[in-house]
């Protein structure tokens, strides 16, 4: 019974961890190594448009900041865009 205890009450930290710390520094990590950040890509989105845009990092939601070469910031979700490789 002790021994239930004690895994509960470590679980316990552990929840409150993963849930009140915050994601400053897994995200700065992740984004140390983003492929492309802060360079000039070419992307496109499910629709066929095309653009140029510089790779700024993640937000908060984990959908990746871009800003285009009009120099508008936006965040795209997961298949919103796709970066277009020149071979």
Do not use: W
Not at 17 to 32: D, N, S
Not at 63 to 87: C, D, H, P, Q, W
Request: net charge negative; charged share 25%.
């Amino acid at each position: 019974e002790l021994i239930l205890k004690d895994l509960l009450d470590e679980f316990q930290l552990a929840m409150d961890q993963y849930l009140f710390k915050p994601m400053e520094p897994a995200q700065k990590a992740y984004e140390e190594l983003l492929y492309g950040r802060g360079g000039e890509m070419s992307f496109s989105t499910p629709e066929g448009e095309t653009f140029l845009a510089t790779i700024l990092g993640i937000d908060s939601s984990g959908r990746l900041r871009v800003k285009s070469a009009s120099g508008v910031t936006k965040a795209y979700g997961l298949n919103e865009i796709r970066m277009v490789f020149k071979g």
